[in-house]
T-cell receptor, first 113, second 117 residues
Framework: NAGVTQTPKFQVLKTGQSMTLQCAQDMNHNSMYWYRQDPGMGLRLIYYSASEGTTDKGEVPNGYNVSRLNKREFSLRLESAAPSQTSVYFC????????????FGPGTRLTVL | AQKITQTQPGMFVQEKEAVTLDCTYDTSDPSYGLFWYKQPSSGEMIFLIYQGSYDQQNATEGRYSLNFQKARKSANLVISASQLGDSAMYFCAMRELLIQGAQKLVFGQGTRLTINP
């Protein structure tokens, strides 16, 4: 049981390049989430997927797109990377119980030059 | 909207001492949940403890306990008998309901805890 996995762990992009961050969970969770963490701050929600086939914007969605490929996988795409998107990106998933917590992946450290 | 405030940017504690990390919150929801996560230098987010607003007792998980004072809107994390491995960033977070049963976490800015030998 690997929990939540993310690839890659590290990435360096040039301004304007695109890339996709991959996330998968093996806990049969319905909802999945993408957060970003900037230096000295807590995490902020980018996008989420309440269930397979649905996605919705969080607090900071500009410059990102997401795909919920199936129940296990939820990807985050940067179409044209900007230096302001330099951050650590975390994927999380959560079960359906009201008090269930979110479990996080190990994170992807992204630098945009 | 929910708001979490952690007023201690950094704390230094001697090994084996107890430490309290402060967290205050603001919400208009009568039903809410509070979480604490640990983020070591390796970067992962590790869930520590959860407290629901209707829970009768303060939550405990091993050396972690939550000092929940509803009237003061505080949910402080207490770590007993601190260890060197407790050195990390600690985040308090509150649940915010989204559509279709999804929930997001609203995080505070965190407290960096350093345990000295």
């Amino acid at each position: 049981n690997a929990g939540v996995t993310q690839t890659p762990k590290f990435q360096v992009l040039k301004t304007g390049q695109s890339m996709t961050l991959q996330c998968a969970q093996d806990m049969n969770h319905n909802s999945m989430y993408w957060y970003r963490q900037d230096p000295g701050m807590g995490l902020r929600l980018i996008y989420y997927s309440a269930s397979e086939g649905t996605t919705d914007k969080g607090e900071v969605p500009n410059g990102y797109n997401v795909s919920r490929l199936n129940k296990r996988e939820f990807s985050l795409r940067l179409e044209s990377a900007a230096p302001s998107q330099t951050s650590v990106y975390f994927c999380a998933s959560r079960g359906t119980g009201f008090t269930d917590t979110q479990y996080f992946g190990p994170g992807t450290r992204l630098t945009v030059l | 909207a929910q708001k979490i405030t952690q007023t201690q940017p950094g704390m230094f504690v001697q090994e084996k001492e107890a430490v309290t990390l402060d967290c205050t919150y603001d919400t208009s929801d009568p039903s809410y949940g509070l979480f604490w996560y640990k983020q070591p230098s390796s970067g992962e987010m590790i869930f520590l403890i959860y407290q629901g607003s209707y829970d009768q007792q303060n939550a405990t998980e091993g050396r972690y306990s939550l000092n929940f004072q509803k009237a003061r809107k505080s949910a402080n994390l207490v770590i007993s008998a601190s260890q060197l491995g407790d050195s990390a960033m600690y985040f308090c977070a509150m649940r915010e309901l989204l559509i279709q049963g999804a929930q997001k976490l609203v995080f505070g800015q965190g407290t960096r805890l350093t345990i000295n030998p």
